[in-house]
């Protein structure tokens, strides 16, 4: 499994309007068929920077799920967001693969 992570700082001043689209953008990076599912979380940590700061994280289920959505699809996504928030968000992303998933152990016998 290998999750593309997606961290975006949004100024305070479109965090409402940015809020829309994304829960609109989310549904289209998954219809392009190379995510599983997404996750978005806020992250807890005041930046510096200001603005607050977001983490989406899509599932793939292998790392050429990944590369197809780089070649046919990233860039039109990417841009459509550039596009219409420009100066107004900070976005990185990240690649991470799933090594293992540890869940608590039941005292149940």
Known sequence: MYIYNV???????????????????????????????????QVLVEEEMG???YSIQYSAKTKEDLENYYKFSAEKLRGDGMKKFADKMLAFRTELKLIKEFYPVSNNN
């Open 51 to 53: 603005g607050v700061t």
């Open 7 to 41: 961290t975006v700082n949004v100024d305070e001043s479109i965090q409402a309007e940015w809020l829309v689209w994304i829960e609109k953008h989310i549904p289209e990076v998954l219809a392009t068929g190379h995510f599983l599912s997404a996750k978005m979380t």
